[in-house]
């Protein structure tokens, strides 16, 4: 069975090779050694080459079933910790039953496990009722722009969605997230001397300030809608009325109505100054993961194997977006099913060592007993 010290070094070996995800030909080294040891023991694997400045993403599917819907595992291998980070900062290290490392806890330790798990069953000479298929992807962390549509295709030959992501609160799973929405909105106005000649700008900041007030205002608390403009800029020089600004913007939403509610408010801008113009182009990048009747049903079958294994599973949603956001809408999905732990993408980021054989144990029987 399972040996949480084997298994901590395993990942050890995983976390020292520094995978950002604006460095593919780091992930993809990881990459090929992830697609080495599935096929070590038997896994058939395909990668699919990156392109747009990305990694490669890995396809794997068990050595048994057939073309059958099956178990769609999803991970990343894409950390958000620059190289160097090992070195400055945040080394692998234990620190009683935490261990640090860049990506450790998102979510190297719960890919690792999904592929701790595949051995196990390799190593028992057993098989599961369903086949088995993995998508390794490389952009995750940047709104998997070149995997989306893989994943979306290997959900046609799925009939269960498990996510390798890091459990949340102590351990609980998730079952669901906010959508999410990227805008970027640039501005034009008429630039002027600010001294002499103040009253014949028109200045593209001003509007920009009219507009972040106005967007920020569809902040919902009560709804789970939240609206962030992250970065702003504008104007050449303080003694210029700005004839130019930029902003970018994110929209979290728990419901696919909220989305479609609020995008054409955020893409049809009129400004407040009519001789400045707006331009806003963006959309949903993630679609929100709902917890629909098939969903909390997965829910409760893993929940009843983990008090099997002699632990109790809760869920939550989250106002992050994952891969399992791409297939939720038609497909039953589990997220969250990776290590406990806390701190991720700080540079305190860790797991808990206490959470390795219990979340392993936990795939390794819906493995087993999903139909």
């Known amino acids: 069975m399972f040996d949480a010290k084997e298994m901590l070094e395993e990942i050890r070996r995983w976390v020292e090779i520094e995978t950002p ?16 040891e599935f096929r070590s023991l038997g896994a058939r694997t395909r990668r699919i080459a990156g392109r747009d400045g990305h990694a490669d993403h890995l396809e794997i599917a068990s050595p048994w079933g057939g073309e059958e819907p099956g178990i769609l595992i999803l991970s990343h291998l894409d950390t ?30 719960g890919a690792f496990l999904g592929f701790a798990a595949f051995r196990e069953l390799v190593l028992r000479e057993r098989t ?47 079952t669901a997230r ?39 205002a569809f902040t919902d608390y009560a709804r789970g809608i939240t609206v962030n403009v992250g970065i702003v800029s504008g104007g050449t020089a303080v003694n210029v009325v700005p004839e130019r600004a930029e902003a970018s913007i994110d929209l979290r939403v728990p419901r696919i109505e909220d989305a479609e509610r609020l995008m054409p408010r955020f ?34 079958h893993a929940q009843a194997l983990a008090r099997e294994l002699g632990f109790e599973l809760g869920d939550v949603a989250s106002g992050g977006g994952s891969d399992g956001n791409f297939l939720a809408d038609r497909l039953p999905v589990l997220d969250g099913l990776g290590v406990d732990g806390a701190g991720a993408h700080t540079m ?24």
């Open 348 to 371: 305190e980021e860790h797991l808990l060592v206490s959470s390795l054989v219990p979340r392993a144990s936990l795939l390794l029987r819906l493995f087993e007993t999903l139909r």
């Open 21 to 36: 995800t604006g460095a593919p030909a780091a992930v993809n080294h990881l990459m090929e050694i992830v697609e080495s």
């Open 267 to 300: 893409l049809e801008r009129i400004p407040v100054d009519p001789d400045v113009t707006i331009v806003v182009e963006g959309g949903l990048d993630r679609p929100p993961y709902e917890k629909t009747e098939a969903t909390a049903a997965l829910f409760a």
């Open 128 to 174: 599961t009722p369903l086949p088995l298929r993995w998508i390794f992807t490389g952009d995750e962390e940047v709104g998997s722009p070149t995997s989306r549509d893989l994943i979306r295709e290997a959900g046609r030959r799925a009939k269960y969605v498990l996510v390798t992501e890091p459990a949340r609160d102590g351990g609980k799973c998730v």
């Open 80 to 109: 958000v910790h620059p190289v160097g980070t090992l070195a400055n900062g945040l080394p692998f290290r234990i620190e009683g039953d935490r261990a640090y490392g860049p990506g450790i806890y998102d979510m190297k330790g």
């Open 178 to 216: 906010k959508g999410v929405a990227r805008f970027v909105m640039r501005l034009r106005g008429r630039p002027a001397h600010s001294g002499a000649r103040h009253w014949e700008g028109h200045s593209a900041v001003r509007e920009l300030a009219h507009q972040i007030l106005a967007l920020e």
